[in-house]
């Protein structure tokens, strides 16, 4: 008599992708690591990160709050039964959007106020939320602080590091001098782009010193051909762009001091740029061509003497 034993295999349940309970804002980062095994904190720094550069992040934990359950819940995702019609979602949505339009508005205010000088107040606020999260971490509650904090804290430490100096105005602002003496020691803009041509101004032998300040934006320097050019700047993140040569990339600090023959006038510039480009040319920068600065480039101007 054969015998056979009935043996029951339990089949391991498939992986579903949830929202966490053990969670920072909505469980996204929590829930993508269980999903993958991996720490959670790699997809939550992911995110900021994402956030900062580009703000990718925030439509991505957007949606994965939308459509994405919640551990343990039976009911579909809230951008499903948004989909499906179930108007009990919709207040839920308007808070969302409502966080995410503060958040931002936040993050502006932080930056603004931080490159108009009052980077200690910011830093205070941001202090004051962390000890909020920190009590919170022991009592309970008042995780949504973290989302404040974020949107404080990080503009505020980009434009810190970027020396970015709002002061100057906002907008596109075009200067013209004809002769030396309507040139002005210093020309600033906060946010926009900055213009000064000089191409129509005949300068005599000598140094003739400018300063170039800009706090987001571009600067757009003309020279004439004939002018020996010497410049520093400094780039908190950007591009600078002189004549025959470029750099770019974060904390640029561009020092080509071109010496000239006695008879060639010199132009000594010093150039800061928070955030953006400073570009000096022969001509207009072309769109679509890219940084072209001129034929005759620094060494050209400064080591031939003036007829």
Same mark, same amino acid.
């Given at each position: ?101 503060? /958040? ?69 602002? /075009? ?10 020691? /210093? ?42 050019? /010497? ?77």
């Amino acid at each position: 008599m054969n015998t056979s034993d009935d043996t029951t295999q339990i089949q391991p349940e498939p992986r579903r992708l949830t929202r966490s309970r053990d969670r920072v804002l909505g469980g996204v980062g929590g829930g993508l690591g269980r999903y993958f095994d991996v720490d959670p904190i790699i997809f939550r720094i992911g995110l900021v990160a994402l956030t900062v550069f580009g703000g990718a992040g925030i439509f991505i934990y957007v949606a994965a709050l939308l459509f994405v359950p919640a551990e343990g819940s039976e009911r579909p995702a809230l951008g499903v039964r948004f989909f499906r019609g179930d108007r009990g979602v919709l207040r839920r949505v308007a808070l969302i959007t409502a966080v995410i339009v503060g /958040s931002g508005l936040l993050a502006i205010s932080s930056a603004w106020a931080t490159g108009m000088g009052a980077g200690e107040t910011v830093a205070c606020v941001a202090i004051l939320l962390g000890i909020a999260l920190v009590v919170a971490a022991f009592r309970g509650g008042a995780r949504w602080l973290i989302l404040p904090a974020l949107a404080i804290a990080i503009p505020a430490c980009v434009v810190s590091a970027a020396g970015v100096d709002f002061h100057g105005g906002v907008g596109e602002r /075009s200067y013209r001098p004809q002769t030396v003496e309507q040139i002005q020691d /210093s020309y600033e803009l906060g946010v926009g782009h900055l213009e000064v041509d000089l191409r129509g101004v005949r300068f005599p032998p000598g140094d003739q010193p400018l300063e170039l300040r800009a706090g987001t934006g571009a600067i757009e320097l003309l020279v004439p051909k004939d002018v020996c050019v /010497s410049t520093k700047a400094r780039i908190g993140a950007g591009y600078v762009g002189a004549l025959d040569r470029e750099s770019g990339g974060v904390d640029v600090n561009w020092n080509e001091d071109s010496a000239s023959h006695r008879s060639t006038p010199r132009l000594v510039v010093d150039g800061d740029v928070g955030l953006g480009a400073l570009l000096i040319s022969e001509h207009p920068v072309d769109e679509d061509r890219g940084f072209d600065g001129g034929g005759n480039g620094t060494n050209d101007a400064c080591l031939t003497p003036a007829a």
